[in-house]
């Protein structure tokens, strides 16, 4: 991946250019390799059944914003993945899937559109980007603390008044990526959803969202849902639209 710097502007043509080259479909196919490898056949079948009632959302890039959600070394190669033990290398292969998938459209972007990060509050190590976003951002590059699991707090952090900014310049529509789908991503995209209410529209691209491979499995914990589908249930019940993924336009 080249370095593009997020503040280096590209002509229009070039930027949709880029994005028409994002392989969608390759990406699924690596997603569902992914858990056949590590999860199993059921838990690749099960998630493929799941994108398959969701909707490929076609929206203007000059129109609408992106935000991804700490997309960090500590989920990929830092602490966060240290803790869960043994399995860490393969439990995070959905993750670094995701980051790969939302490093490639801010690439393709290049510094044209509005894009966001956030950042948890990780120790020196882990608290830097991923390697795939450090290949393609400024060191300086702004981004939202966000200490617990919504980009809304603390309400100091300054994603409020950024986004009023958005609406006050025609965009009402905030994608969203990152990491985790059952976590951070769920409870950022419900809790902006419902405090910009009709004012913005929340979209949850499931392609740049990822999550730990043992939170695609069934479990009882979500009456017979994996915790991803129960995240994407509340999410669309919160008004929501979780989408397969979005074809830029």
């Not at 390799?33 to 000059?62: E, F, M, P």
């Not at 069934?218 to 589908?229: D, I, M, N, Q, Y």
């Amino acid at each position: 991946m080249q370095k593009a710097p997020i503040n280096e502007l590209m002509s229009a043509k070039t930027a949709v250019h880029n994005l028409n080259k994002i392989d969608h479909s390759g990406n699924i196919n690596k997603a569902f390799k992914i858990l056949n490898h590590t999860a199993g056949a059921y838990c690749a079948r099960r998630y493929a059944d799941l994108l398959n009632t969701l909707a490929i959302d076609r929206l203007d890039a000059d129109d609408t914003a992106l935000l991804i959600i700490d997309p960090q070394k500590s989920f990929t190669q830092g602490v966060w993945m240290r803790s869960i033990g043994r399995q860490a290398q393969q439990d995070v292969a959905m993750l670094k899937l995701a980051f790969e998938n939302s490093a490639n459209l801010v690439n393709a972007f290049g510094g044209k559109k509005e894009v966001m990060f956030t950042r948890c509050p990780f120790p020196p190590g882990s608290y830097g980007w991923d390697r795939r976003f450090a290949e393609i951002l400024d060191a300086d590059q702004p981004y939202f603390i966000k200490p617990g699991n919504s980009v809304l707090f603390p309400p100091s952090n300054g994603f409020r008044e950024q986004i009023e900014r958005c609406l006050d310049n025609g965009i009402h529509t905030l994608v969203i990526g990152g990491c985790t789908l059952n976590s951070c991503v769920r409870v950022s995209s419900v809790e902006v959803q419902k405090y910009f209410q009709d004012r913005l529209q929340v979209v949850a691209d499931v392609s740049l969202c990822g999550a730990r491979v043992s939170n695609y499995a069934p479990s009882e914990t979500f009456g017979g849902l994996s915790a991803v589908e129960s995240a994407i249930r509340q999410m669309r019940d919160a008004g929501v639209r979780v989408v397969r993924y979005v074809a830029w336009q």
